[in-house]
């Protein structure tokens, strides 16, 4: 029975250490790739702030972007070709993170996120996917929203309704 017992106990201690270090290299991986989403996404950011054409690049070519306009909802060639005057400047937009979520699929071929943003237009918040493409990553989808505090939100209701009007 002694011989049971020690079989048993080593089989636990065998299983608890085996799905411990399993835990731990998964846990390595999605911080690695988290990682790897934060870099590419604030290079992304910074292609804009730099006026660097490759911005367009790593979106997909049937990739989104909506801006904060109703307007504005494009699919990446349509986006580039609206937004060349701004990428002729020095600078097209300067976004900086703030914060960012980034959540995987099991796969860890697709990644979405949110993340609020430094702008011009004060703080921003985005959300979008990416897709797994090869060694990095390509924008299928982002949203770039303008925050309002709920307190003049009814104010800001009337304002864009008399705009509007116009």
């Given at each position: 029975m002694k011989n049971f017992y020690r079989s048993l106990i080593l089989i636990l201690y065998i299983t608890v250490s085996f799905s411990n270090a399993f835990a731990q290299k998964t846990g390595k991986k999605t911080e690695a790739l988290t990682k790897d989403v934060n870099t590419f996404m604030d290079t992304w950011h910074k292609d804009a702030a730099n006026a660097d054409t490759v911005f367009f690049d790593k979106m997909?070519?049937?990739?989104?972007?909506?801006?904060?306009?109703?307007t504005e909802n494009w699919k990446r060639d349509e986006f580039k070709k609206w937004a060349k005057p701004f990428f002729l400047r020095k600078s097209a937009w300067d976004f900086k993170a703030l914060q960012r979520n980034v959540y995987f699929s099991d796969d860890k071929k697709y990644v979405w996120f949110d993340e609020q943003l430094d702008t011009w237009m004060g703080v921003c918040q985005s959300s979008g996917v990416l897709k797994r493409?090869?060694?990095?990553?390509?924008?299928e989808h982002y949203q770039l929203s303008v925050t309002l505090p709920n307190d003049i939100t009814k104010e800001f209701i009337k304002m864009v309704k008399e705009f509007e009007k116009k």
């Amino acid at each position: 029975m002694k011989n049971f017992y020690r079989s048993l106990i080593l089989i636990l201690y065998i299983t608890v250490s085996f799905s411990n270090a399993f835990a731990q290299k998964t846990g390595k991986k999605t911080e690695a790739l988290t990682k790897d989403v934060n870099t590419f996404m604030d290079t992304w950011h910074k292609d804009a702030a730099n006026a660097d054409t490759v911005f367009f690049d790593k979106m997909a070519p049937n990739g989104v972007y909506i801006g904060t306009d109703k307007t504005e909802n494009w699919k990446r060639d349509e986006f580039k070709k609206w937004a060349k005057p701004f990428f002729l400047r020095k600078s097209a937009w300067d976004f900086k993170a703030l914060q960012r979520n980034v959540y995987f699929s099991d796969d860890k071929k697709y990644v979405w996120f949110d993340e609020q943003l430094d702008t011009w237009m004060g703080v921003c918040q985005s959300s979008g996917v990416l897709k797994r493409k090869g060694k990095t990553w390509e924008i299928e989808h982002y949203q770039l929203s303008v925050t309002l505090p709920n307190d003049i939100t009814k104010e800001f209701i009337k304002m864009v309704k008399e705009f509007e009007k116009k």
